[in-house]
Each structure stands twice: as structure tokens, then as C-alpha cells.
């Protein structure tokens, strides 16, 4: 083979590519190894030299280039465990080096295989260079570049102009990457693309093991698949076992919903996921969210369960409704059918803000079915100076905004107008209508009992108090205050006492109670369970409703 300027600049082109690869490598690699400072120094070299072991023809030229041997022809060389064979190649002896050409093959046992076009191995750094049409395989995993640098100290082959490593179950392209076929571990970088059937990984920095088929994210990154997509910038994807853990803030988004935490653990097989600390899991569709310190969502279910200072938050309205209770729970039925419905379950020390109602229960069950809120064991309901409550409270709701509540057994309301006298209303029942948003009118249902402070329309001073009784009475009000009242059954009777000849009897009912010191102040205060003092808890009564009312019988609910 005849040798030509062009070669000869080519070959130093490629000593110098090796010596900057080198020092490239050495710099990348201390920062992996910092930990044990003995890895900070170069394996020891061993001084073997490059043999000849076969070739069709051989040629030197004693004057002109007495250190280079021209090979032809089915050439085979090793050097200590590792082989090469290649079409023809060039024996650099002075420098314990081979350029070899065509149907380049390095073979190192029966587990390393490495092809190329080309290849420049430097016997004393033991550093190939291979190039065009390189592919490295190592039992199931196979590396293919155009451009391949394989250190055999390290056991280590990197590329750095693009290049794909592909196994089982996964393939893999990156502009720079590395494999080390001991350890089974890659590096890559920039451009970071995982293909696997389910899913598709893209990212600027990740590790993966062909071994365990882990990845590790080392860098923003995005997990996306036909159900769902994640976005991290630390953590792990098992692409066997489908598992994740997932560091810094991991997003989770599925059908419109986002689960977020400090960290995540999702389960693709089984279709669930778990966030832990600081967690939100964002209904964007139904403008809804849940938060806590612990969180649950299973996607094939659409299941949620959300505890440790967990909270269910409504802003779907103007105003937005924070409800805070140990567990907050989420089911939902029927799925993928027409009649499917959902049921927002909140257990135990429910406590509720909105700037216009708050609530206080034991615990509280929402059905979208009915659109209903059923609170249950003593609870409490405040709208502006009103207080409801009862044995049982349901309240139903129109497009997030309340339509009517109906409070069973022991109703009692309470409007504050100073702090010494309340406009007080007891019954069986109550149903409380609303419009827009307002309350404007109260329907009381058997045995009813009415404590009123009438006033002057002038300048609402008080006139005196009505006491009063009967079987059905219906109230309106105005401007979120009792305006007035009836007695809609002919049994109704009452007597209107003077300001200054009020009985000490008279001003408050038997079952009056004033629970301000209950009632949630803010939507920071709904962490703050403060219970009923003792004595003022309600025994649950055994009657039963009458089956039939006035409201039943034709009586009309006001319109605005």
C-alpha cells in the first residue's frame, strides 16, 4: 500500500484526536469518580505491543519509513485480550500503533464485538478510534455510531456526533453518550430520546442500565405516553418493572388532571400514582383541586384519596370554597359509561371557607349525581349573620352555586343582630332557598318556634320581640336578614312584647345555642378543629319526617 501526504496528515490528525479525546475523557471522568480519589488515576498500562498474528502480504520500507509495516489482505492483530481484523492496515511500531481500513472488527472474548470502516488504536493508551458504520455489541445491547471512541482501560466505548444504543426492550439516541460494557451502564447527553412501546422518554441528561433496564433522570424531562405524561428532573423509571420515583416537584398529568409533590411514585401497570409532601392534583376540567401531604390517584379507576393537612379546593366559582378534613377521598362510578358519577367523601373534622358560607361537620359526603352535599353529625352552616343547623344538613347545588339546603330534625336558625339579642327559628325541618346565590327564603316545617326582633324601617331600630308558634312557617329575607315571616297553618299564635317588658324567658328559645367560637374565620383557619362545647352536642332524635308538609300541598317556593 502506498503511503501519501494525505495519510500521512491523516494519521496525525488522528494521533491528535486521540490525545484531545483523551484529556477530554480524563476531565468528563474525575467528576464521576470524585468520591474515590484512587479512580483519579489511570488504570496501569501494560507495555505489551501490538502483534501481527496474519496477513496475505506484508511490506516495509527500510529507508522511507523503517517503523511502519504495510498489511493486505485478511490482516489479524492482537494485542493482549483484545483482536482485530481488518482488509489492510498500517503497524506504526516506534509508537505501538495500528490504522487499520475496511470491514474493521476488534473482538475482546466472546461477549465484545466492535465494526467500523476504520479504526485507529493507539497500543499505549489502549484507545480505539472507529469510524463510519461503527457498531459496538455486547450480548443484547448494541451501540451504533459513526463516530466511537472505545478506551480499553476503562472498558468504556463513548460517541460524540450522534448515535443510538438499542437492547430488549428499549432504544436510545443522544448527540454524546457513552457504554461501558463491564458495568452495563450508559451515560447520555443532549438530545436524550428513550423509545420504548409504551412510552417515549425525551431529555438532556439520563443514565440507563441495559442490565436493569433503570433510567436514571439526571435533567428536565418528559415521560409521555398514550395515558399520561410526566415531566421530571430527578429520579428513576424502572422500563421494566413500569415503576417510577420521582424527585424535585415531579408532574404526573392525566385526562386533564395534574398530580404534583416534592416527590411521586407512579406504577404504570397497575395505573396509579402517589405524592408525598406539599402534594396538589389539579382538576383543570372540573376546576377543582386536592392538597395535602399525602396523596393517592389511581387513573384507571379515577380514584383519589388525599390526607395530612388535606384539602379540597373549589374554584369553579368567583369565589373559591376551601374544605379542609383528615381524609379527603374521591370515587367515582360507573366509569366509561353514560351514568357516570362521582362522590367527594370528607372525613373526620370537616371544616369549610367561602367569604359568603362556612361549615363545620363530623363528615360530609358530595354526589355529582344529585349534586348534593349531605353533612352529617352536628353540623353547622353560616351564611353572612345566619346560622343553620341540625341532626342532618343537605345542601343542592346548581353549576357550584347553591340551589337549597334542607336541614332534618332539630333545625334551628340563628341571625345575629347584636350581641345580646338573636332572631331565633327551631322545627322538625327547614329549607332554605336560594337565588343567585342568596338566600332568600326559609320554609319551617312542625313544631315551630319563632323568637323575631321587628324593626323600624326608618332606622331599624328594634320595635320588640315576637314570640311565636305553630306548624308551618315561611320566612323571606332581604339583604341576607330575616324580613319577614307567616305562619301559613291556622294553629299559628304569638305575642309582641315591648323592648323594656321583654320576660328574662323570652329571649332565647330552649334549644338556642350561638356557635361563633366554631365557625371558621379564614382559609387558614379551617387546619384549627375547635368542637362543641360540652352539653351543646345534638342527641339524634328517632322521629321520623311527616310524609306530608304544607310545602308538599301546592305551596309555592319564592322567585326573584
Given at each position: 500500500?502506498?503511503d501519501?501526504?494525505?495519510?500521512?496528515l491523516?494519521?496525525?490528525?488522528?494521533?491528535?484526536?486521540?490525545?484531545?479525546?483523551?484529556?477530554?475523557?480524563?476531565?468528563?471522568?474525575?467528576g464521576?469518580?470524585?468520591?474515590d480519589p484512587?479512580?483519579?488515576?489511570?488504570?496501569?498500562?501494560?507495555k505489551?505491543?501490538?502483534?501481527?498474528?496474519?496477513?496475505?502480504?506484508?511490506?516495509?520500507?527500510?529507508?522511507?519509513?523503517?517503523?511502519?509495516?504495510?498489511?493486505?489482505?485478511?490482516?489479524?492483530?492482537?494485542?493482549?485480550s483484545?483482536?482485530?481484523?481488518?482488509?489492510s492496515?498500517?503497524?506504526?511500531?516506534?509508537?505501538n500503533?495500528?490504522e487499520?481500513?475496511?470491514?474493521?472488527?476488534?473482538?475482546?472474548?466472546?461477549?465484545?464485538?466492535?465494526?467500523?470502516?476504520?479504526?485507529?488504536?493507539?497500543g499505549?493508551?489502549?484507545?480505539?478510534?472507529l469510524?463510519?458504520?461503527?457498531?459496538?455489541?455486547?450480548?443484547?445491547t448494541?451501540?451504533v455510531?459513526?463516530?466511537l471512541?472505545?478506551?480499553?482501560?476503562?472498558?468504556?466505548?463513548?460517541?460524540?456526533?450522534?448515535?443510538?444504543?438499542?437492547?430488549?426492550?428499549?432504544?436510545?439516541?443522544s448527540?454524546?453518550?457513552?457504554y461501558?460494557?463491564?458495568?452495563?451502564?450508559?451515560?447520555?447527553?443532549?438530545d436524550?430520546?428513550?423509545?420504548?412501546?409504551?412510552?417515549?422518554?425525551?431529555?438532556?441528561?439520563?443514565?440507563?442500565?441495559?442490565l436493569?433496564k433503570?433510567?436514571?433522570?439526571?435533567?428536565?424531562?418528559?415521560?409521555?405516553?398514550?395515558?399520561?405524561?410526566?415531566?421530571s428532573e430527578?429520579?428513576?423509571?424502572?422500563?421494566?418493572?413500569?415503576?417510577?420515583?420521582?424527585l424535585?416537584?415531579?408532574?404526573?398529568?392525566?385526562?386533564?388532571?395534574?398530580?404534583?409533590?416534592?416527590?411521586?411514585?407512579?406504577?404504570?401497570?397497575?395505573?396509579?400514582g402517589?405524592?408525598f409532601?406539599?402534594v396538589r392534583?389539579?382538576?383543570?376540567?372540573?376546576?377543582?383541586?386536592?392538597?395535602?401531604d399525602?396523596?393517592?390517584?389511581?387513573?384507571l379507576?379515577?380514584?383519589?384519596?388525599?390526607?395530612?393537612?388535606?384539602?379540597?379546593?373549589?374554584?369553579?366559582?368567583?369565589?373559591?370554597?376551601?374544605?379542609?378534613?383528615?381524609?379527603?377521598r374521591?370515587?367515582?362510578?360507573?366509569l366509561?359509561?353514560?351514568s357516570?358519577?362521582?362522590?367527594?367523601?370528607?372525613?373526620?373534622?370537616?371544616?369549610?371557607?367561602?367569604?359568603?358560607?362556612?361549615?363545620?361537620c363530623?363528615?360530609?359526603?358530595?354526589?355529582?349525581?344529585?349534586?348534593?352535599?349531605t353533612?352529617?353529625?352536628?353540623p353547622i352552616?353560616?351564611?353572612?349573620?345566619?346560622?343553620?343547623l341540625?341532626?342532618?344538613?343537605?345542601?343542592?347545588?346548581?353549576?357550584s352555586?347553591i340551589?337549597?339546603?334542607?336541614?332534618?330534625?332539630?333545625?334551628?336558625?340563628v341571625?345575629?343582630?347584636?350581641?345580646?339579642?338573636?332572631n331565633?327559628?327551631?322545627?322538625?325541618?327547614m329549607?332554605?332557598?336560594?337565588?343567585?346565590?342568596?338566600?332568600?327564603?326559609v320554609?319551617?316545617?312542625?313544631?315551630?318556634?319563632v323568637?323575631?326582633?321587628p324593626?323600624?324601617e326608618?332606622d331599624?331600630?328594634?320595635i320588640?320581640?315576637?314570640?311565636?308558634?305553630?306548624?308551618?312557617?315561611?320566612?323571606?329575607?332581604?339583604?341576607?336578614?330575616?324580613?319577614?315571616?307567616?305562619?301559613?297553618?291556622?294553629?299559628?299564635?304569638?305575642i309582641?312584647?315591648?323592648?323594656?317588658?321583654?320576660?328574662?324567658?323570652?329571649?332565647?328559645?330552649?334549644?338556642?345555642v350561638?356557635?361563633?367560637?366554631?365557625?371558621?374565620?379564614?382559609?387558614e383557619?379551617?387546619?384549627?378543629?375547635r368542637?362543641k362545647?360540652a352539653?351543646?352536642t345534638?342527641?339524634?332524635?328517632?322521629?321520623?319526617?311527616?310524609?306530608?308538609?304544607?310545602?308538599?300541598?301546592?305551596?309555592?317556593?319564592?322567585?326573584?
Amino acid at each position: 500500500m502506498k503511503d501519501t501526504g494525505k495519510g500521512i496528515l491523516f494519521r496525525h490528525r488522528c494521533l491528535l484526536a486521540s490525545i484531545l479525546c483523551l484529556f477530554g475523557f480524563s476531565l468528563m471522568s474525575a467528576g464521576d469518580r470524585m468520591e474515590d480519589p484512587l479512580q483519579d488515576q489511570r488504570p496501569e498500562q501494560k507495555k505489551t505491543r501490538v502483534d501481527l498474528l496474519y496477513a496475505d502480504e506484508a511490506q516495509a520500507d527500510e529507508k522511507q519509513r523503517p517503523d511502519v509495516q504495510v498489511l493486505v489482505g485478511s490482516v489479524k492483530l492482537r494485542h493482549d485480550s483484545m483482536y482485530m481484523y481488518c482488509d489492510s492496515a498500517l503497524i506504526f511500531e516506534k509508537i505501538n500503533s495500528v490504522e487499520a481500513f475496511g470491514n474493521v472488527r476488534m473482538e475482546q472474548g466472546d461477549t465484545l464485538f466492535i465494526y467500523g470502516d476504520y479504526l485507529y488504536y493507539d497500543g499505549m493508551s489502549q484507545l480505539a478510534m472507529l469510524r463510519e458504520h461503527v457498531r459496538m455489541i455486547n450480548h443484547n445491547t448494541e451501540l451504533v455510531t459513526d463516530s466511537l471512541n472505545y478506551d480499553r482501560l476503562y472498558n468504556l466505548g463513548y460517541y460524540f456526533e450522534g448515535g443510538k444504543l438499542t437492547d430488549e426492550q428499549n432504544v436510545l439516541t443522544s448527540v454524546w453518550g457513552e457504554y461501558s460494557p463491564a458495568t452495563k451502564l450508559a451515560v447520555f447527553n443532549h438530545d436524550v430520546v428513550l423509545t420504548n412501546p409504551k412510552f417515549v422518554l425525551t431529555s438532556d441528561t439520563l443514565k440507563y442500565s441495559t442490565l436493569t433496564k433503570i433510567a436514571t433522570i439526571l435533567g428536565p424531562s418528559d415521560i409521555v405516553s398514550d395515558e399520561n405524561h410526566i415531566y421530571s428532573e430527578r429520579g428513576i423509571y424502572n422500563t421494566n418493572t413500569e415503576q417510577a420515583e420521582l424527585l424535585d416537584r415531579s408532574v404526573l398529568t392525566n385526562n386533564g388532571k395534574k398530580l404534583v409533590g416534592d416527590s411521586l411514585f407512579y406504577d404504570r401497570k397497575m395505573g396509579y400514582g402517589e405524592a408525598f409532601d406539599n402534594v396538589r392534583m389539579n382538576d383543570s376540567i372540573n376546576r377543582n383541586m386536592l392538597t395535602g401531604d399525602y396523596c393517592f390517584y389511581n387513573e384507571l379507576t379515577q380514584n383519589a384519596v388525599a390526607t395530612k393537612r388535606a384539602v379540597a379546593i373549589d374554584y369553579s366559582q368567583g369565589d373559591s370554597l376551601f374544605m379542609h378534613a383528615d381524609t379527603l377521598r374521591m370515587l367515582t362510578f360507573n366509569l366509561n359509561t353514560d351514568s357516570v358519577y362521582r362522590e367527594m367523601r370528607a372525613y373526620h373534622k370537616v371544616r369549610a371557607y367561602r367569604t359568603d358560607v362556612q361549615a363545620v361537620c363530623d363528615s360530609l359526603v358530595y354526589n355529582s349525581k344529585d349534586s348534593c352535599v349531605t353533612m352529617y353529625i352536628d353540623p353547622i352552616l353560616w351564611y353572612g349573620s345566619q346560622q343553620l343547623l341540625g341532626e342532618e344538613i343537605k345542601i343542592y347545588v346548581n353549576d357550584s352555586t347553591i340551589d337549597w339546603a334542607h336541614i332534618i330534625n332539630q333545625a334551628l336558625a340563628v341571625e345575629q343582630k347584636d350581641s345580646i339579642h338573636y332572631n331565633q327559628v327551631s322545627g322538625k325541618e327547614m329549607k332554605a332557598f336560594f337565588v343567585d346565590g342568596e338566600m332568600r327564603q326559609v320554609d319551617v316545617n312542625s313544631n315551630v318556634y319563632v323568637i323575631f326582633y321587628p324593626v323600624e324601617e326608618t332606622d331599624s331600630t328594634l320595635i320588640g320581640l315576637n314570640s311565636s308558634e305553630g306548624s308551618f312557617l315561611r320566612m323571606f329575607l332581604k339583604d341576607r336578614k330575616m324580613d319577614k315571616g307567616a305562619f301559613l297553618d291556622q294553629g299559628g299564635s304569638g305575642i309582641l312584647y315591648p323592648m323594656d317588658q321583654i320576660p328574662p324567658d323570652k329571649y332565647k328559645l330552649p334549644s338556642f345555642v350561638w356557635f361563633d367560637y366554631v365557625r371558621p374565620r379564614n382559609k387558614e383557619d379551617i387546619f384549627e378543629w375547635r368542637g362543641k362545647k360540652a352539653g351543646q352536642t345534638l342527641q339524634k332524635s328517632d322521629r321520623q319526617m311527616p310524609s306530608t308538609s304544607p310545602r308538599d300541598m301546592n305551596i309555592k317556593r319564592v322567585r326573584k
